[in-house]
C-alpha cells in the first residue's frame, strides 16, 4: 500500500465522485462526507462496495443475503446475518486485486479505518475512470467497425459494379462481332500498308538525299565554272591591252582561246541540261512528296486511329489495374471481414458460452431459490410445529407448575403436622427419658438401700 500507482483523493472528491457515478436516488443524496470521516461508517462502506459491486458485476445488492441453505446446515436463521458481510468480503477480495489494492481484511467492512478507507476508494475510483476510458474506446471501436463494413459492401458492390463494367467493354456482343472481326483485319492490313509505306518514303527519302547532294556538287561545279570565265575574261581583256606581238601569235592565242570558249559552252550545254534533267527530277520529287503528303495525311488518319485505339487499350489498362486494386482491396477487405467474422465468431461464442453459463446459472440459482424457499417453507413449517410443541409444551410446564404448587402447599401442610407431631413426640420423648432417668435413680437408691 505504500508503493501504490493510482493518485489518493481526498474526501470530497470521493464523495462527488461516487455520488454522481455509483449511488443514485436517495442513496446518493443520503452519502456525506461524515460516512467516511473522522469514522468511517460501516453500513455505509458496506452499501458503497455493494453498489460498486452491483455497477461492475450486475450482482445486486440483495443476492448477497440469500443463504445457501443445505440439508447439513441445522440453524441456517443463524447465517442470515453474516452472509451478506461474507459475500461482499469474498467479492471485494475478488475484485480489488485489479486496482492493486491486495490487503483487504474483513476489519474493512466491520470496523473500518479512515486512511485505508480512502486509499481502496481511490483505488476503485481509478479503476472506474480507467473503465469508463476504455468503454468509451471500445464504443469508438465498434463505431468504427460498423463505417468499415458499410465501406466494405460499398466497395463490394463498385467492385461488383467495375467488374461487370469491364465485362460489357471486353465482351463484343454477338450482333457486333463480325464487324469487330472486320475491323480488326482491316487493322492488321492497314498496319501491314503503313508498314510498307513507311519503307518506301524511308527509300524515297534516302534517293531525295542523294539526288539533293549531287545537285549540290553540280551547283558547286557551275560555280566554279563560272568563276573560271570571269578569270578568264580578265585575262584576255589584260591580253588584249598587252598585244603587241605578231598575228601568228594572236591567231593561235585565239583558237585556243575559240577552243576554251567551244569547252566553256559545251560545259555550259552540258550544265544546263543536266540543270533540265534536275529540274524534271525535282518536279518528280515534288510529285513524290504530294504524293508523301497525302500518305503521311493518310498515316496522320492511322496513327489518330492508332492513338484511339492506344488510349482505348490505356483506358482498359487503367481499368484492369484498377480492378486489380480493387481487387486486391477486396480480397484485404475479404481477409479483414474473414478476421472479423472470425472476431465476431470468436465474440459470439464466447457470448453463446456466457449465455449459457448465464442461463445455467440463473437455471442453477432458480432451483436453488426454489430449493432455498422449499426450505424456507420446510423451515416455517417446523418453526410452526415446534412453536406448537413450545406452546404444548408450555401449557404442559405452566400445568406442572400448578401441580408443583399445590403438592408444595400439601407439603407444606404436611411438614407443619409433622413437625406438630415431631415437636409431640420429641415432648414426650424428653418427658419419657426423663421418667425413666428417675426410675433408674430410683432403683438405683432401692438397691443401694
Keep these: 500500500m505504500t508503493e501504490n500507482t493510482f493518485p ?57 443475503s440469500m443463504v445457501p441453505f443445505s440439508e447439513n446446515i441445522q440453524y441456517p436463521g443463524y447465517h442470515e446475518g453474516a452472509t451478506a458481510i461474507i459475500s461482499v468480503y469474498t467479492r471485494m477480495r475478488q475484485f480489488l486485486p485489479m486496482c492493486l489494492v491486495y490487503d483487504f481484511s474483513l476489519n474493512d467492512l466491520l470496523a473500518p479505518k479512515k486512511q485505508k478507507t480512502l486509499v481502496i476508494l481511490s483505488a476503485i475510483m481509478n479503476f472506474l475512470h480507467f473503465r469508463k476510458e476504455r468503454m468509451v474506446l471500445i464504443l469508438e471501436k465498434q463505431a468504427k467497425f460498423r463505417t468499415d463494413m458499410d465501406k466494405l459492401q460499398t466497395y463490394t458492390r463498385g467492385n461488383r ?12 456482343p454477338p450482333e457486333q462481332q463480325a464487324e469487330a472481326d472486320e475491323l480488326a483485319a482491316a487493322l492488321s492490313e492497314l498496319q501491314a500498308t503503313t508498314v510498307h509505306e513507311y519503307q518506301e518514303v524511308n527509300i524515297k527519302n534516302e534517293n531525295i538525299a542523294e539526288w539533293k547532294t549531287k545537285i549540290a556538287e553540280k551547283t558547286q561545279k557551275l560555280s566554279q565554272v563560272k568563276v573560271d570565265v570571269s578569270n578568264l575574261k580578265e585575262d584576255i581583256t589584260k591580253l588584249k591591252s598587252q598585244i603587241v606581238e605578231s598575228p601568228e601569235e594572236l591567231k593561235s592565242q585565239k583558237e585556243k582561246m575559240k577552243e576554251a570558249a567551244k569547252k566553256i559552252k559545251n560545259s555550259i550545254a552540258e550544265t544546263d541540261e543536266y540543270v533540265v534533267e534536275m529540274q524534271n527530277r525535282v518536279q518528280s520529287v515534288a510529285h513524290a512528296e504530294a504524293e508523301l503528303q497525302q500518305m503521311n495525311s493518310l498515316l496522320q488518319d492511322l496513327e489518330s486511329s492508332m492513338n484511339n485505339t492506344r488510349l482505348r487499350q490505356e483506358e482498359y489498362q487503367e481499368l484492369l489495374i484498377q480492378s486489380e486494386k480493387m481487387q486486391k482491396e477486396l480480397k484485404s477487405l475479404c481477409s479483414e471481414e474473414v478476421q472479423l467474422k472470425r472476431a465476431l465468431g470468436m465474440k459470439l461464442d464466447k457470448e453463446c458460452k456466457q449465455n449459457i453459463r448465464r442461463q445455467k446459472k440463473r ?6 431459490v426454489q430449493e432455498v424457499l422449499g426450505q424456507c417453507n420446510q423451515i416455517h ?63 438405683k437408691l432401692h438397691q443401694d438401700v
Design 161 to 172: 459494379e467495375a467488374e461487370k463494367k469491364i465485362e460489357q467493354l471486353t465482351t463484343i
Design 8 to 64: 489518493l483523493h481526498n474526501a470530497d472528491a470521493i464523495v462527488n465522485f461516487y455520488r454522481s457515478e455509483v449511488l443514485i436516488g436517495q442513496e446518493a443524496k443520503q452519502f456525506t462526507k461524515g460516512d467516511l470521516t473522522p469514522v468511517p461508517k460501516p453500513e455505509a462502506v458496506q452499501t458503497l462496495y455493494m453498489r460498486i459491486l452491483h455497477l461492475l458485476y450486475r450482482f445486486r445488492p440483495e443476492c448477497h
Design 381 to 443: 413449517q417446523k418453526r410452526e410445529e415446534m412453536a406448537d410443541k413450545i406452546q404444548a409444551i408450555i401449557g404442559e410446564t405452566r400445568q406442572l407448575k400448578a401441580k408443583i404448587k399445590s403438592l408444595r402447599d400439601v407439603c407444606s401442610k404436611e411438614t407443619e403436622k409433622a413437625q406438630a407431631l415431631y415437636d409431640t413426640l420429641s415432648t414426650s420423648m424428653d418427658g419419657l427419658h426423663k421418667r425413666i432417668e428417675m426410675h433408674i435413680t430410683d432403683l
Design 363 to 368: 437455471e442453477t440459482k432458480e432451483h436453488h
